[in-house]
């Protein structure tokens, strides 16, 4: 599905993430973080917490359903986390960081700011006290606009009929009453594959249908669709998928049926034409899973006689053996040691990979996404990683151990950056787990 078709997961309804990077400095593994952090608090929420608000004005509650037609993602919220980068600049799990204590300071100065003014209201022997006390129905607090997730069930009173094979558009039946309310999620067929836990990487395909007005909603399935790549259990997307996934296995096709809350929330998605309490139906196929530390398997091809010979260490980062005496390459080198038998990677994907990098000269390892436990995202073509990794990647295939020869004008060029000094040649070892639309 291109970014130009609303498509049906749009803002979810959770956690948020984001990314941020040093535009000047593209790397293999995601742009260093500048120097400067930004906070943005809404006015409404400076409005609340200093008393400059009128009674009863609410800010959006946590949590609550952002808008943003124009977002590229298919059922993520616009705003991405930050992935841990190749570097180890970016840290998985994050520390407070400078954004924590700005954070902490900001709330620091409301606390106090609030403080004063109850002691000036309420302190002993003021006559103006009584005066000053608000009207206790004005200040009640905010009744919030967001409903909470209800339990997951396997059934309902009611449930669509689903028709169709497993990696093919689903046929949906819509019931001629309305649902109950439930979140369903109900396993139609059981894969094989492996299990999704929370944190895991999935992809999924899905056809989806709009139960109170019996519209179809765009699909992974149509001739622009492309599967939906995210990390389950995360928040990160709206509840039908994020939460409806996880525990089940790939190779499985899933009904989902999503009151609003578990969906867009009640202001609906009005690009897709869904209203603000409808209720929506999904058939999703998972096509793949991986654990945050997943790596790929196969049958290995040994590299040619001038490139860096390889040692596989599993799920510790690979030993290469650099060539004795061998020049510089002034153009990108690949080869493919596993060959994937999944589909190519295609320009603007999102690619969920697992690398390890060393200097072309000594082999000596400066950075590996094993060494985190965690495998490492980015869209491949989109100039957010070193041209190496954009051109290389390009055009292999899912499930492929791939290696890398990258001359320096296609690296860091003549800075460097950390234990990469000025000029190098790099060697990286990556093995592409999944891609898709993310």
């Known amino acids: 599905m291109t970014e130009k078709t609303p498509s049906p997961g749009g803002a979810g309804t959770a956690a948020?993430?984001?990314?941020?990077?040093?535009?000047?400095?593209?790397?293999?593994?995601?742009?260093?973080?500048?120097?400067?952090?930004?906070?943005?608090?809404?006015?409404?929420?400076?409005?609340?917490?200093?008393?400059?608000?009128?009674?009863?004005?609410?800010?959006?509650p946590a949590g609550g359903t952002r808008t943003d037609d124009d977002a590229p993602q298919i059922f993520a919220s616009n705003v991405r986390k930050t992935d841990s980068s190749e570097a180890g600049y970016d840290e998985n799990p994050p520390g407070v960081g400078k954004l924590g204590v700005i954070l902490g300071t900001v709330l620091a100065l409301l606390l106090v700011g609030s403080g004063i003014t109850l002691y000036v209201v309420n302190k002993d022997g003021s006559k103006d006290s009584a005066a000053a006390k608000p009207d206790a129905a004005k200040s009640a607090p905010p009744t919030p606009t967001a409903d909470p997730v209800p339990p997951i069930k396997d059934s309902a009173k009611v449930l669509p009929t689903v028709a169709g094979d497993f990696g093919k558009k689903a046929e949906i039946q819509v019931p001629g009453e309305a649902s109950d309310g439930s979140f369903v999620v109900k396993v139609l067929t059981e894969g094989t594959g492996a299990k999704v836990e929370k944190n895991s990487w999935a992809s999924v395909d899905y056809t989806?249908?709009?139960?109170?007005?019996?519209?179809?909603?765009?699909?992974?399935?149509?001739a622009d669709g492309k599967p939906q790549i995210f990390q389950a259990?995360?928040?990160?997307?709206?509840?039908?998928?994020?939460?409806?996934v996880v525990g089940k296995k790939a190779g499985s096709r899933l009904l989902v049926?999503?009151?609003?809350?578990?969906?867009?929330g009640a202001q609906g998605k009005a690009d897709m034409s869904?209203?603000?309490?409808?209720?929506?139906?999904?058939?999703?196929?998972?096509?793949?899973?991986?654990?945050?530390?997943?790596?790929?398997?196969?049958?290995?091809?040994?590299?040619?006689?001038?490139?860096?010979?390889?040692?596989?260490?599993?799920?510790?980062?690979?030993?290469?053996?650099?060539?004795?005496?061998?020049?510089d390459p002034t153009e990108l080198k690949s080869h493919v040691l596993i060959k994937g038998t999944g589909p190519k990677v295609e320009k603007g994907e999102k690619v969920v990979v697992q690398y390890t990098g060393a200097?072309?000269?000594?082999?000596?390892?400066?950075?590996?996404?094993?060494?985190?436990?965690?495998?490492?995202?980015?869209?491949?073509?989109?100039?957010?990683?070193?041209?190496?990794?954009?051109?290389?990647?390009?055009?292999?295939?899912?499930?492929?151990?791939?290696?890398?020869?990258?001359?320096?004008?296609?690296?860091?060029?003549?800075?460097?950056?950390?234990?990469?000094?000025?000029?190098?040649?790099?060697?990286?070892?990556?093995?592409?787990?999944?891609?898709?639309?993310?």
């Open 233 to 244: 259990g995360t928040d990160a997307l709206i509840p039908a998928l994020d939460q409806a």
């Open 16 to 60: 948020n993430d984001s990314s941020a990077g040093d535009p000047a400095a593209s790397r293999p593994g995601g742009p260093v973080g500048g120097d400067r952090e930004s906070i943005v608090v809404p006015p409404a929420i400076l409005a609340q917490q200093a008393g400059w608000a009128q009674p009863g004005d609410a800010p959006r």
């Open 274 to 327: 869904i209203g603000a309490k409808d209720d929506l139906i999904f058939v999703i196929d998972i096509r793949n899973a991986n654990a945050p530390d997943a790596v790929v398997s196969g049958t290995v091809t040994p590299p040619p006689a001038d490139f860096p010979q390889v040692k596989d260490n599993g799920k510790k980062p690979a030993e290469i053996t650099p060539v004795a005496g061998a020049k």
């Open 257 to 264: 049926v999503a009151p609003p809350a578990a969906a867009f």
């Open 208 to 222: 989806a249908k709009d139960w109170t007005t019996g519209k179809d909603i765009p699909s992974s399935y149509d």
């Open 359 to 438: 200097l072309f000269s000594s082999g000596k390892v400066f950075d590996s996404s094993l060494s985190k436990g965690q495998a490492f995202t980015f869209p491949v073509g989109g100039g957010q990683v070193i041209q190496g990794w954009d051109q290389g990647l390009e055009g292999q295939t899912v499930g492929s151990r791939v290696e890398l020869v990258i001359p320096a004008s296609l690296g860091y060029g003549d800075k460097g950056q950390g234990d990469i000094p000025p000029g190098a040649t790099l060697v990286f070892v990556v093995d592409i787990l999944d891609a898709g639309q993310g």
